[in-house]
């Protein structure tokens, strides 16, 4: 039992890190293929994050179109939330 709570309370201690890290409206920057990735690896604890009511993007606004899309969807399937039905 103690061990399913320190396993929680790592999993919810990382999951705050990562939405910390959430692209949360327009900035300056542009977001390219690399930051794509990363938020596609980011989908499934931002998803989370918006269903609970934090105010967490899905997605950088201020991308760069195509390649920040491919880096996305590469992030998503192969290295986030889609890996899992690869094996």
């Not at 061990?3 to 999951?15: C, H, P, R, S």
């Not at 899309?69 to 890996?83: R, T, V």
């Amino acid at each position: 039992m103690r061990k399913q709570i320190t396993y929680a309370a790592i999993g919810f201690i990382a999951l705050t890190l990562f939405i910390a890290c959430a692209p949360v409206g327009a900035t300056a920057q542009r977001f390219g293929f690399f930051s794509g990735i990363i938020h596609g690896m980011l989908f499934l604890p931002e998803l989370i994050a918006k269903i609970l009511g934090f105010s967490s993007g899905l997605y950088a606004k201020n991308n760069n179109g195509l390649p920040y899309w491919i880096g996305y969807f590469i992030g998503f399937f192969m290295l986030g939330f889609g890996s899992r039905f690869l094996k």
